[in-house]
Structures are given as structure tokens and as C-alpha cells.
């Protein structure tokens, strides 16, 4: 890994979001927010892609982007599930992420669409500690994936992510095609498309961030427009469409984003 614990905020981390050489697009997608069941394989056998032959909504844009970078916290073999949540407290996100073909924005199914994430309290799973705080671990709470389905959607439950030194709220993602699915509910082999991050509105995360169990992350927040990772172009960097689920935050939030790969 090129980047520093604690922190991701490296003259390395830098350097790998400027010169990185695979495009990727990001569309925005709040025509296909609708909640879709998750496709599934047997495990042991090989998931290769499909393309669908209709295209995404006509009002998406494919938008060129640069990936981002990993972060210093990632595991390999995690569990292929569509809820990562385990015993974490937080606020329900419910995540849609459509996976679209750069070239011709027709939806990918088979696709591994991976997320990890810190809890409420900026810990990551298998790291807890790095941001000042005690609690269990068990090396695989908020991590994980699932397949999109036939309409090339990922449906993934959690909570909102917390925050730790450095860095403003965000998710870390990846997009596999051809991965194998394991006898242990894990994934092996297939080819990486995609590695960059999920964003979120400031003024939803201030609302958030004051109400339990957040208000109890100890460590000063950074915000969006400070964070040295987003680059403040909305859907092309990330940054998902948020949709309230209630009337008050705890009742939690639905986030889509259309994530479009070179194949």
C-alpha cells in the first residue's frame, strides 16, 4: 500500500490520483434508485460479466473521471453479502450502485461491487484503535460486496460511515468482473475495473454528525471542502444522491450512484 495509516491525505496518495492512467465514469443516477434484488451465483463457479443490451436512463451523463486512491485499509477476501453491517450502530444506508460499460453506458451484471467503510467512530475493522478508540474487532464489520444483478445494480445495506483524522465521510469502493464466489461466502481471482470512493452531502453529514452515536467520535471532523481526496466534482467524483428514508436522521438514508468501468 502506498499510503500512510491514520491518514490518507500522502504526497503519495497525491501523486496516485493525478497520474493514475485507467478512466473510469460516474454517472449520476437518480432515475435507477429503485431497490433491486441482487443477482446470485453458485459458489465455486465463475461470474463472468454480462452487458445488457438496453442502456441506462436517457438523462444520465457518462462523465470521464480518474480513479482514487485505496486508502491504507484494505482487506482482501472479503465476504460476498448484501448486508456488512454485523453489530455496528449507525444510521441505515441503504447503497444502489449501478455499474455501466464507459463506452456505450449499458448496464454490467455479474459485477462485483466491493465497499468498506470506518463505523460511527472512525475505526475500520481489523485496524480498530488507529482513530483513538476501544472497541471490538472482528476484522470484518462494514467490508463486503455483492453481484449486480440483471439491471447491473449492487444493493448493499450498512450504516453512514463515520470519519477519522484527515479525511471527510466516505466510502472506498472496487469493481471486479470474473471473480470465482468461494464455499466460505468469499470471492477469488477476476480482474479489478474500478478502486475509487463514495461521498457525502456536507449539510447531510452535519445532521448526522451531532446526534449519537457520532457526536461520540472524539476526533475533529474534515469536511468536504477540505478533504484533499474529493475534488469537488459532485457525481464524477463520487458524490452520492442522498434520499432521506424518515423524517429524522436515525431513520437513515438511501445513497445511488451509477459507477461506469473500461472494459
Known amino acids: 500500500m502506498n499510503e500512510t495509516p491514520m491518514h490518507e491525505t500522502s504526497t503519495s496518495e497525491t501523486a496516485t490520483r493525478d497520474t493514475v492512467a485507467r478512466r473510469t465514469v460516474l454517472v449520476a443516477t437518480g432515475a435507477t434508485a429503485a431497490t433491486l434484488a441482487v443477482g446470485a451465483a453458485a459458489p465455486g463457479t465463475s461470474t463472468a460479466p454480462t452487458t445488457d443490451t438496453a442502456p441506462v436512463a436517457a438523462a444520465a451523463v457518462c462523465t470521464l473521471t480518474k480513479e482514487m486512491t485505496e486508502g491504507p485499509y484494505y482487506l482482501d477476501g472479503q ?8 453489530d455496528k450502530t449507525g444510521f441505515p444506508l441503504k447503497l444502489a450502485l449501478t455499474v455501466v460499460d464507459d ?5 454490467i451484471s455479474n459485477a462485483l461491487v466491493e465497499i468498506w467503510h470506518c ?9 480498530v484503535g488507529n482513530n483513538g478508540h476501544n472497541e471490538p474487532d472482528s476484522g470484518t464489520f462494514l467490508r463486503g460486496g455483492v453481484l449486480t444483478n440483471a439491471s447491473g445494480v449492487a444493493d448493499i445495506t450498512t450504516v453512514y460511515p463515520g470519519w477519522y483524522r484527515g ?20 470471492f477469488t481471482g477476476g480482474t479489478e475495473l474500478h478502486t475509487g470512493q463514495l461521498f457525502f452531502d456536507e449539510t447531510v453529514t452535519a445532521r448526522v454528525g451531532a446526534l449519537s452515536p457520532y457526536s461520540a467520535n472524539t476526533v475533529t471532523r474534515t469536511t468536504l471542502a477540505q478533504d484533499s481526496i474529493y475534488d469537488d466534482g459532485g ?3 463520487g458524490l452520492l444522491t442522498l434520499t432521506a428514508l424518515g423524517s429524522s436522521p436515525s431513520a437513515g438514508y438511501s445513497g445511488t450512484l451509477t459507477l461506469g468501468v473500461e472494459r
Not at 470474473?178 to 461466502?185: E, F, K, P
Request: hydrophobic share 35%; proline share 0%.
Open 79 to 86: 465476504y460476498v453479502r448484501a448486508d456488512i453491517t454485523e
Open 103 to 107: 463506452d456505450t453506458c449499458a448496464t
Open 119 to 127: 463505523d460511527a467512530l472512525g475505526e475500520y475493522s481489523g485496524y
Open 167 to 186: 479525511r471527510c465521510v466516505h466510502i472506498h469502493v472496487k469493481v471486479h468482473v470474473n471473480v470465482t464466489l468461494t464455499s466460505d461466502g468469499s
Open 235 to 237: 457525481a464524477a467524483s
